[in-house]
């Protein structure tokens, strides 16, 4: 039976085997009647060799597997029902693969005889499992790790690495490697330089095959690439959302790559982009907790220290106290405190790591304070905290650095102490992080230095009760006494600060004046058992200040007791932590919402759309995703700067609220581009009643500080479940429907369509041969005569550039401009075609104009371009005219301005195509140093029939002739035309009545050289 078929099983992609065990003692070992070719395939070993040796294929198994292949086996043997195997086997080359392994048993006479076996190739897929769950489990480096030795173990390449791109840098650091030295972990950089293969791939996030490096003409590659010897590989974009780096595998041999291949690693990518974004968020989200806690730390030590200020009464006990609660609460590795007396520096106390550190180091230092040596001499000299961030550049004196080094004292502050304005000592503290003295943590050293150089004075004058509280007094901490009942019997300036309440107001009242209501009893239960056994009470307590605002007190209460320890009365100390709490909930509001509109932002808007498809899954109702963009917005912003557009976009937000149902969603997305969900449609027929709504609110001009500005939308839509059932889908859709609406009339809307897939595919395709046009010559260029209208003398042509494929054929400058422009093509391009015009200047000696794309123009170095290929081929730039159109233009007026200056002062003419078009302001025509304005067809072409026509064409003309501009008229296509053009003024023109777009021979003869 096998036999018969054997041609059939040798194309099936899966290894097929029939193992006949009748008669043998061991079914591991039972004789191999038949195994097709696809087993050298995948293991290197020919059929003959599993035949000859029926002992081969279970020697070849994964000596942690062998048990479980034979008990899968043997359950076969005893059950008679089919069984799964999955296990490793070693290749001829030595490495493993995964294989499945079906076995299905050979019944003659309802006795088992044997079994045929279909085993495939599942290594990939085990791959993809194991990653996945080794993203959970690993950090990102052992991620990195194990994901280059799987990529290496599936391909067998010759080079695997991984390029993290760190948040906000423009290089690659490589993380992890193989077939690269180790020591360049971490260390090697690869810049995001324009050109590469690793630039293109992170910026456009899309993959790049490169099949033979010798053949590839897109990208630059590094020295190393040659140094290496590789030859072929794949670049694929880390991402998830945002690009994070590059998974790059390379070979020593030319090769291709399969759809299968491309799939895996684009797969590993994926994994790798999810853990990326995990790892970085939660290093955001432990960053922001490590800033948290420092903070709270440092207010706790500054609570603390207010409560030892209140309660010590020896200057060494205080100091010891202080240098205790940096250490203990502040997070500080030392610390130390002290005055200087009699011309000697002498230390009361410290913590920490401080014995020989002082004995050695700093004490020869203190003998020369006065002369202001090392960072606590500055501090006395100045009077000023003196801040040292990083120890290893900032402390200049050679042993105190390497000692501060060696006990890993990275950053200090010293803090001098004052009496009357007068340094009489200092407090100094040091962290084992460095940049730990950020401008919160110095305001904050700051306080506690003069809280202690308070305290000191007060010590120092008898423990003087005035003194003390003039100490208290000045603190910017809240500080309230209460006796025994809780009847205020002193308030600093603090509280009257915080509270709104003058301390009269406040003198014989109870604190139960700032509640706010938000606080339960079981809290205030707590507080007075606490406070009633004699223990103090920490808390932050939510108050209300006179004015009925809400205002946050991380507050300390502390029972006062007397010499026999009988509480008779309360110390509260606190701090106003408001402005961080509101900060915090800012932040929260910020992470979710766009600040200007209020509306969602685009992480919401992502969240809303999967919560609603969840449910919508399970009502069987549809969904809509609309995406707005706001037509030339940026000319608002432009014209009448951000304040007004920000004005225009809320507006536009509360316009589109009120259009819409309770229940939809709508959200600002991006700069001028808006989002809706629609829930919870019956029928889609519904959506143009409500595009109708939208459209029809924005009608009513909108006026923002006296400027009246017209809105236009352009949306795209796609439906759930018509167009996908995912939100990553949905939105790719809608954004595609935008794109093709913004193509249209203003106001309009598009649905997707899949022919728009059909026109991504066309897109793909011409990019496809555009890159090997220029190389095979198949651009041309035409030219077009332009004529002196008063003379209708020939003055100058306009070179038009043409494409004609060897593979597709003519395409129209329509179809393939814009794909130049997107591909970035269109900078070589034309660099090209103005080399050629320069040598048909040179022939004709006439001017010649050049339309130039948006894409060439925007480039920063276009001008010196120009200069470039002026000087290469020896033309006066007099020659030469640009045609820019007024869009372009428009988008950046100071930068087209300082663009234009220096293309004429190489003598070049520049043109305003197509203008009257657009909607560019006149105000800043006159600063643009151009030569002519082109009049747009559509103005020409019905200029005989149609008096607007008429009208406007001749408003161009008059207004160039005013900013002593010439006009040139395209499109003339008739005797009528010509006349019409000649009585309004107009100095040149061109169209097919005059000539046609011709070659370069033709248009001589035309000019009649």
Aim: hydrophobic residues 40%; negative net charge.
């Amino acid at each position: 039976m096998i036999k018969g078929k054997s041609l059939f099983l040798e194309i099936i992609n899966d290894i097929i085997y029939m193992v006949r065990i009748e008669g043998s003692q061991d079914p591991a070992t039972a004789k191999v009647e038949y195994i097709n070719s696809r087993v050298k395939e995948l293991t290197g070993y020919e059929p003959k060799d599993f035949i000859s040796d029926p002992s081969l294929w279970v020697n070849l198994v994964h000596p942690e597997d062998v048990d479980s292949v034979l008990r899968v086996t043997l359950k076969l043997l005893k059950e008679k029902e089919p069984q799964v195997r999955e296990y490793r086997v070693r290749t001829r080359k030595g490495n493993y693969i995964w294989v499945e392994d079906r076995i299905i048993p050979i019944l003659e006479k309802r006795k088992l005889v044997g079994f045929v076996g279909v085993a495939r190739d599942i290594t990939r897929r085990k791959t993809l499992e194991e990653l996945t769950l080794l993203a959970l489990e690993l950090d990102l480096r052992e991620l990195f790790n194990r994901a280059v030795s799987l990529v290496r173990e599936a391909f067998n390449a010759d080079l695997v690495v991984i390029y993290e791109v760190p948040e906000g840098e423009r290089e690659g650091v490589l993380r992890a490697g193989i077939g690269v030295e180790r020591k360049l972990i971490d260390r090697y950089r690869l810049p995001l330089q324009e050109g590469t293969e690793f630039y293109y791939t992170y910026t456009s996030q899309k993959p790049v095959v490169v099949k033979d490096v010798d053949k590839e003409k897109r990208f630059k590659f590094t020295p190393d690439t040659y140094l290496l010897g590789l030859k072929s590989g794949l670049c694929i974009p880390i991402r998830e959302e945002e690009p994070y780096g590059t998974l790059c595998v390379y070979f020593r041999e030319a090769r291709d790559f399969t759809k299968e291949e491309l799939d895996f690693v684009n797969s590993i990518s994926n994994i790798l982009g999810l853990a990326t974004k995990r790892h970085r968020y939660k290093n955001r989200l432990e960053d922001s907790e490590r800033k948290l806690q420092k903070a709270n730390r440092l207010y706790k030590t500054l609570s603390v220290i207010s409560e030892v200020i209140l309660k010590e009464r020896e200057l060494k006990a205080l100091f010891l106290q202080v240098c205790i609660a940096c250490t203990t609460f502040g997070g500080f590795k030392a610390a130390w405190a002290g005055l200087f007396r009699n011309s000697h520096f002498e230390v009361f106390s410290s913590c920490g790591d401080t014995g020989d550190f002082f004995r050695e180091v700093e004490a020869p230092l203190l003998e020369r304070i006065e002369e202001g040596v090392g960072p606590c001499g500055k501090a006395f000299l100045t009077g000023d905290i003196v801040v040292n961030n990083d120890t290893k550049t900032s402390v200049k004196e050679r042993e105190l650095r390497e000692s501060m080094l060696k006990r890993g004292f990275l950053s200090s502050a010293s803090v001098p102490l004052r009496r009357n304005g007068k340094v009489i000592g200092l407090l100094v503290l040091y962290a084992g992080e460095k940049d730990f003295f950020d401008e919160e943590t110095v305001r904050l050293v700051r306080e506690i230095g003069e809280a202690l150089s308070f305290s000191i004075v007060f010590i120092e004058k008898e423990k003087e009760l005035n003194t003390l509280s003039l100490a208290i007094e000045q603190t910017s901490d809240w500080v309230l006494i209460t006796d025994k009942e809780g009847v205020i019997q002193y308030v600093n300036r603090a509280v009257t600060d915080i509270t709104g309440y003058s301390q009269e107001e406040l003198l014989g009242q109870t604190p139960r004046i700032f509640k706010s209501g938000k606080h339960t009893r079981s809290f205030y239960k707590k507080l007075w058992e606490k406070l009633l056994s004699g223990e103090r009470f920490s808390s932050v307590f939510i108050n209300r200040d006179k004015r009925g605002k809400v205002f946050y007190l991380d507050q300390t209460i502390t029972p006062i007791k007397d010499s026999s320890g009988e509480v008779v009365g309360f110390v509260s100390t606190g701090k106003d932590i408001t402005h961080e709490r509101e900060l915090q909930d800012r932040l929260n509001y910020i992470a979710y919402y766009d600040p200007v509109t209020e509306l969602p932002n685009r992480v919401n808007f992502i969240e809303r759309l999967k919560f609603a498809l969840s449910r919508l899954k399970l009502t069987g109702r549809s969904l809509a995703v609309l995406f707005i963009d706001v037509d030339r917005f940026k000319y608002v912003n432009d014209t009448y700067g951000y304040l007004v557009g920000d004005g225009v976009l809320k507006e536009i937000a509360r316009r589109m609220r009120s259009s819409l149902r309770e229940g939809d969603t709508v959200a600002r997305l991006g700069s001028d581009e808006f989002g809706v969900i629609l829930t919870d449609l019956a029928r889609k027929e519904d959506i143009p009643r409500v595009m109708e709504k939208l459209f029809s609110a924005m009608e009513e001009p909108i006026v923002v500080d006296g400027k009246e500005v017209i809105v236009t939308l352009s949306v795209g839509i796609s439906i759930f479940p018509d167009d996908g059932s995912d939100a990553e889908d949905l939105v790719k859709k809608a954004e595609m429907a935008l794109a093709h609406a913004k193509e249209d009339i203003r106001n309009s809307y598009q649905f997707f369509k899949e022919d728009m897939n059909v026109h991504i595919t066309e897109f793909v395709l011409l990019e496809r041969h555009l890159f090997r046009a220029l190389d095979r010559g198949e651009f041309v260029i035409h030219y077009q005569p332009y004529y002196d209208l008063k003379g209708m003398i020939p003055s100058g042509v306009e070179a038009l550039l043409r494409w004609n494929s060897e593979d597709i054929g003519f395409v129209f400058p329509s179809r393939f401009i814009p794909v130049l422009e997107s591909t970035g093509l269109i900078v070589k391009v034309g660099e090209w075609l103005l080399g050629e015009v320069c040598e048909t200047i040179k022939r004709i000696e006439k001017p010649v104009s050049v339309n130039i794309s948006p894409v060439q123009f925007k480039d920063k170095t276009f001008p010196k371009r120009v200069e470039q290929v002026l000087e290469r081929h020896g033309v006066d730039g007099s020659f030469l005219t640009l045609e820019i159109t007024e869009s372009t233009l428009m988008e950046d007026v100071e930068f087209a301005q300082r663009s234009l200056k220096r293309l004429k002062s190489l003598g070049v003419k520049v043109a305003i195509d197509d203008f009257g078009t657009g909607y560019s302001s006149l105000a800043y025509l006159k600063f643009l140093p151009v030569d002519f304005l082109k009049i747009d067809v559509s103005f020409v072409r019905e200029i005989d029939t149609d008096p607007d026509d008429r009208a406007i064409v001749n408003a161009i003309i008059q207004l160039a002739k005013n900013l002593g501009l010439r006009t040139i008229a395209e499109g003339i296509e008739s005797e009528e035309h010509l006349q019409i053009l000649k009585e309004l003024g107009c100095d040149f023109g061109q169209g097919y009545f005059l000539g046609k777009p011709m070659p370069e021979g033709e248009v001589m003869r035309v000019l009649g050289l």
